[in-house]
């Protein structure tokens, strides 16, 4: 053999070699979050305004990202979204995520990203003859994202646990009719409906609390003891291992949207009423985001105790260790429960 032949051999092979070797997989170019309704949501909000997660990637070199932020009405519906891969991101109540958790461990690995608030879920009803959730009849009907599985659906299963006896958690479950919150706010205050009370959180709580004949029965403070995790924001573990540069633009972009927050809350309801067209006054929003009960951050509150409850009463098979099982590593620095 030639010493040319022996050289056009290896450069083959060099190039065979360069072909068959696997190429980097590059990150997703489009990310889609989806939110809900109400100032729950206020920090994805802010997120999509300022476009914070365009503004995080470019910063950790992905360059241009392409950000949608589809609404939907519940936890559940976006936890169909999401395994079968229609959304990267999604957020809603306790509830969802646990029970989200518990069923890809094995496999998705489905984890909260982190929390987005602390704020109390609220039971409003117009029924003067309900005093207390052991009042309730046949007769009413409670309107709340998603049966059995919204943060509402699981506070009201705690709340029937204290009131009836563990073994009755589920005696008001057949009363709950699933509707999003604006849908709830217009069938209580409308008085025509059959749904005379609503689980819901601000300001739609608050908006119905300053209606006449209507009052509060419960909040979620009051079962649990305390403020509790209201709102996360959670995504597959393949997302995370496959796309680690966004999935830190989109952490770096809660944590930025947060901090916008906090630092000037009328800044944040105006935002919040332009975003939504909400007519209500600016003012009176203003009012409930300075409320000490409603906290902007990214710290998991109660979240364990909620799992315990949930695992339980069979929800799910399997109880968590610590808060943290449920989230990514990334926030395992917060002083979270």
């Not at 919204?150 to 057949?174: C, E, H, R, W």
């Not at 209201?230 to 952490?251: E, G, H, M, V, Y």
């Not at 309801?269 to 009176?284: C, E, F, H, P, V």
Request: glycine fraction near 6%.
């Amino acid at each position: 053999m030639t010493a040319k032949f022996l050289a056009a051999c290896a450069a083959l092979i060099a190039a065979t070699m360069i072909c068959a070797a696997p190429s980097a997989r590059a990150e997703v170019t489009e990310i889609r979050i989806a939110q809900q309704y109400g100032i729950n949501y206020l920090t994805l909000m802010v997120m999509e305004d300022r476009k914070l997660v365009e503004a995080a990637a470019k910063r950790m070199g992905l360059g241009d990202v392409t950000v949608s932020w589809p609404k939907m009405s519940s936890g559940a519906a976006m936890n169909d979204a999401l395994l079968s891969g229609n959304l990267e991101v999604a957020s809603g109540g306790v509830g969802p995520i646990v029970l989200l958790w518990a069923k890809t461990r094995d496999g998705l690995g489905v984890r909260a990203i982190a929390a987005l608030n602390s704020m109390p879920v609220v039971l409003n009803t117009r029924n003067p003859a309900i005093r207390s959730i052991k009042d309730f009849t046949s007769a009413d009907k409670i309107a709340l994202p998603a049966v059995k599985v919204s943060i509402q659906a699981v506070t009201l299963q705690m709340a029937a646990a204290q009131a009836f006896g563990p073994a009755n958690y589920n005696k008001l479950d057949s009363l709950t009719v699933a509707m999003s919150h604006p849908d709830g706010m217009i069938a209580l205050v409308g008085g025509q409906s059959e749904v005379n009370s609503h689980f819901t959180g601000p300001p739609f709580s608050e908006l119905e609390a300053q209606k006449p004949g209507i009052h509060t029965v419960l909040s979620s403070y009051d079962v649990l003891g305390g403020k509790t995790t209201s709102t996360l924001a959670w995504c597959t573990s393949k997302f995370r291992q496959d796309n680690p540069k966004a999935f830190a633009a989109i952490l770096a972009a809660i944590k930025d949207a947060t901090d916008i927050i906090n630092a000037d809350k009328a800044a944040a309801a105006a935002l919040y009423l332009r975003m939504t067209g909400n007519k209500q006054s600016i003012d009176s929003l203003r009012a409930i985001l300075a409320d000490p009960d409603i906290e902007y951050t990214l710290t998991p509150q109660k979240i364990k105790q909620y799992a315990d409850f949930m695992q339980q009463v069979g929800s799910i098979k399997v109880k968590p260790d610590s808060w943290k099982d449920l989230f990514f590593p990334e926030i395992y620095d917060l002083h979270g429960s």
